[in-house]
């Protein structure tokens, strides 16, 4: 049972990441390999307004969400329109743009280990105990996973019910069909990556709160994220969440029935048994 | 084989020779400490072209492959001779390659990256794991006699090797259904070839190459633990310099590899704690500037040039 709530509460704050990747991925097509390091940069953002200036978290998403926004904004107008422009095909895209958000990954490792130093950093925000179903859970944790739920409810309600998020979720199905219909398929895609952005760095600010990190954890979760998409399906929303759920609950049963170290063995398991199994997502028809 | 071939030929088995006469230079120690790097980058880069070039399935998994030719020898260099070793690395590198190859191979080529993008940090806290429970201690000592200069030739023979392989491979079948794969893998399907256990195949062999530079290096570190072997930092580096020379030619990604290695010496050594931004500034220089590698800058420049008589302007 407190294995069940730790997953569940874990997995809700996954489910930002992977729609933040889902939002990149989905309607920009931008695989982006620095996602977790836009992750760990909101959560640098986080660490240091509470340190510096005991400002809670959640006034720090104030800070983060919007300068996550307006930097993944730049990075899509300035360094991957180029890309887009040059691609021949949306497989050359999908080469041009691994490389290219790789390589911004190490970058980011590099700026965040130039001004945060590579030590772990943590600290304690809501550290305290909350009795649920009998066994004790730390608060933050709790408090985190309402955040998170109540984020992405509001990106589902936007994306759902708002002329932009239908314009948004066109482009995701087709490009070309979308530009037709007379919607800006550049600057939908631009805003898709950025909020995607802003979502994963608020997943990030969300995440510091009960977790340690360090500079150069980003890729674990790159990759978590990644196995999550996957897993719910390419562009499937409720599927992401699903998705980040059972990864949630997987890697808290690993975490405490073999080791803590193995989580990410706990992610590539899920991601082999979707390979073999239904590699078109939990949700996804197959494609001929 | 025509009077051209032959000269070729003969060229490249005399700079080989004269290569393998560098340790016996004067002031052999600096010539070592950069031929070292540089042979074993050559090695790793030119085997992961032989996959990723004509395919473009971007592999980010050589440190894993790397990481474990090197534990292979760190776990058995007290039981088993070490020649033993460094030859059953390459069948351990292809087993592992072959797992991932038969997993992820089959789907399209975003589900092949992502997979080998952890697969050096999944593998290591997989041994940190095992180490923990079942072993006691996390590092291990190689402590062996090989020297530098053994290395170094063994490496050198592995050049050799990933060339020849390489070239045969060009002008085999399996080469040629790589490139129709790489091109269009529809038409790979259509025409008859079975793409997946060609990919597998090819995946393999530049695995295997992987695994067994890990074997040969290891005496190098002397002290080995998870953390030093398998690294991201490698498999980044190999891509960086591959992408650099250009993968589209089987000497491309030496001339990538030379003046990257020479350049990080000097970076590593003026700016020791900027490494991994530098590393990642390098590379995207390198992906929206010179997506082709210099080769392919070269050859498109002379193209033009032959294109218009005279030589001059286009």
């Known amino acids: ?288 | 084989m025509s009077r051209g071939e032959a000269i070729r030929a003969a060229a490249i088995v005399a700079a080989f020779v004269l290569l393998a006469l560098l340790p016996f230079a004067t002031n052999v120690d600096y010539a070592m400490s950069l031929a070292l790097p540089i042979a074993m980058y050559t090695v790793l880069a030119t085997s992961w072209a032989l996959f990723s070039g004509p395919t473009h399935y971007i592999s980010l998994a050589t440190g894993a492959f790397f990481g474990v030719g090197a534990y292979l020898v760190a776990t058995g260099i007290g039981a088993v001779p070490y020649p033993v070793l460094v030859l059953l690395a390459p069948a351990a590198g292809a087993l592992l390659a072959g797992l991932v190859g038969v997993a992820t191979l089959r789907l399209s080529g975003v589900y092949f990256v992502i997979f080998t993008l952890g697969l050096a940090e999944f593998i290591r806290q997989v041994v940190t794991w095992v180490q923990n429970n079942f072993t006691g201690s996390r590092g291990m000592y190689v402590l062996t006699d090989i020297t530098e200069r053994i290395i170094y030739w063994e490496l050198l023979a592995l050049a050799v090797l990933v060339y020849l392989v390489g070239w045969l491979v060009g002008r085999s079948r399996l080469g040629f259904a790589m490139r129709v794969i790489g091109n269009d893998e529809l038409v790979a399907a259509h025409v008859g070839i079975n793409s997946a256990g060609a990919k597998v195949l090819l995946f393999m062999v530049s695995g295997a190459f992987a695994a067994t530079v890990g074997a040969v290096m290891a005496p190098r570190y002397t002290y080995i633990e998870p953390g030093i072997a398998f690294s991201s930092e490698l498999s980044f580096q190999v891509v960086i310099m591959a992408l650099l020379g250009g993968v589209h030619r089987l000497w491309g990604p030496l001339v990538g590899v030379i003046p990257f290695t020479l350049l990080w010496e000097l970076i590593a050594a003026s700016f020791p704690t900027q490494t991994v931004l530098l590393l990642g500034v390098a590379f995207l220089l390198i992906v929206y500037l010179i997506p082709n590698g210099v080769v392919g800058r070269i050859e498109s420049l002379l193209a033009r040039r032959r294109a218009s008589p005279g030589g001059g302007r286009e």
Not at chain 1, 47 to 74: D, E
Not at chain 1, 172 to 196: N, Q, T
Not at chain 1, 204 to 215: E, K, P
């Open chain 1, 1 to 288: 049972m407190e294995i069940l709530i730790i997953g569940i509460l874990l997995g809700a704050t996954y489910s930002l990441l992977a729609m933040g990747l889902t939002l990149q991925y989905g309607v920009a097509r931008i695989m982006n390999l620095a996602n977790g390091e836009m992750l760990v940069a909101g959560a640098f953002g986080a660490f240091w307004i509470y340190t510096a200036h005991q400002l809670s978290p959640f006034l720090a998403l104030l800070f983060v969400v919007p300068a996550a926004f307006g930097l993944n904004w730049l990075v899509y107008r300035y360094l991957l329109t180029p890309l887009v422009r040059r691609a021949r095909s949306r497989g050359m895209l999908e080469v041009d743009s691994i490389l290219a958000t790789f390589g911004m990954s190490f970058a980011m490792v590099g700026l965040m280990l130039m001004f945060f130093g590579g030590e772990f950093f943590s600290y304690s925000y809501l550290a305290r105990p909350l009795t649920i179903l009998g066994s004790p859970f730390g608060l933050n944790r709790v408090v985190a996973c309402v955040a998170a739920v109540a984020i992405c409810g509001l990106l589902y309600g936007a994306m759902n019910h708002t002329r932009t998020g239908l314009a948004i979720r066109a482009v995701a199905v087709d490009p070309g069909a979308a530009g037709l219909v007379a919607i800006d398929v550049p600057k939908m895609s631009a805003l898709a990556f950025a909020l995607g952005g802003a979502v994963t760095a608020a997943g990030g600010v969300m995440l510091s709160t009960f977790l340690i990190l360090d500079a150069s954890i980003g890729v674990v979760f790159t990759l978590k994220a990644l196995v999550i998409v996957i897993m719910g399906g390419v562009g499937d929303v409720r599927g992401a969440i699903v998705a980040a759920l059972i990864l949630g609950l997987a890697e808290t049963l690993v975490a405490s029935l073999i080791d803590p170290g193995l989580t990410l063995a706990a992610a590539y398991l899920l991601f082999v048994l979707v390979l073999m199994f239904r590699p078109q997502g939990l949700f996804g028809r197959r494609s001929s």
